[in-house]
């Protein structure tokens, strides 16, 4: 267990609404990551973070923002949700030591539906 | 740039025969590989990794990958299916620091488990 909580875990919206996804963990990890996940598509990288005010944009990274203002959480907006934003979002954060080096651990998923 | 594929997107065994999952990987630097398996309605987790030294790994739930590098392949296998081993499979492949450790997914494999 890497300590990571998201929420909320389930959000219904509608289109043009803005949405906000938290992140939160408990180890001081410097990295962490936003991904989404959709059928036949497998895992991909929305926005990630490499410390406090410091992100960068992955491979499908329109339509969302980030920030990271202390270490423990990472936020994922969509400005103003679209259809084609209905996905499992995921947030994952990356062990720099020991056996954990290298290793990105997930958190428990946030179910969006943009009506 | 770095990508990954998972040839075949169902797999179905019987209870008891052997697993093959098979992915393969593009990299421009040595690779860092991974296997993640996700229970329906759940997050992802670890089963096992390669990153540096020996390239036959094991992990959990007697599973274990082979990286072999002049097939640019990382495929995973188990000897003998059990019924709680159906789930999705993901692989995946990072460059380590050198890109943030950014990971880049296949698009997954479902093992169906018949009794």
């Known amino acids: 267990d890497a300590g990571i909580t998201q929420s909320p875990r389930h959000k219904v919206t509608e289109t043009g609404t803005p949405v906000t996804l938290r992140c939160h963990q408990t180890?001081?990890?410097?990295?962490m990551y936003w991904y989404r996940q959709d059928p036949g598509h497998g895992l991909r990288l929305i926005h990630y973070?490499?410390?406090?005010?410091?992100?960068d944009k992955g491979e499908v990274s329109d339509g969302y923002s980030v920030s990271r203002s202390k270490t423990e959480d990472f936020l994922l907006t969509l400005e103003s949700a679209t259809s084609s934003q209905t996905s499992v979002y995921f947030c994952?954060?990356?062990?720099?030591?020991?056996?954990?080096?290298?290793?990105?651990?997930f958190g428990p998923g946030t179910r969006l539906l943009v009506l | 740039a770095q990508s990954v594929t998972q040839l075949g997107s169902h797999v179905s065994v019987s209870e008891g025969a052997l697993v093959l999952l098979r992915c393969n990987y593009s990299s421009s630097v040595p690779p860092y590989l991974f296997w993640y398996v996700q229970y329906p309605n759940q997050g992802l987790q670890l089963l096992l990794k390669?990153?540096?030294?020996?390239?036959l790994v094991k992990g959990i739930n007697g599973f274990e990958a082979e990286f072999k590098k002049s097939e640019t392949s990382f495929h995973l296998t188990k000897p003998s299916a059990h019924m709680s081993d159906a789930a999705e499979y993901f692989c995946a492949v990072s460059a380590g620091g050198t890109s943030y450790g950014k990971l880049t997914f296949g698009q997954g494999t479902i093992l169906t488990v018949h009794p």
């Open positions: 973070s490499y410390g406090v005010k410091d992100t």
């Open positions: 180890e001081n990890h410097r990295y």
């Open positions: 994952a954060i990356r062990g720099t030591s020991g056996s954990n080096k290298e290793t990105q651990y």
């Open positions: 390669y990153t540096t030294g020996a390239t």
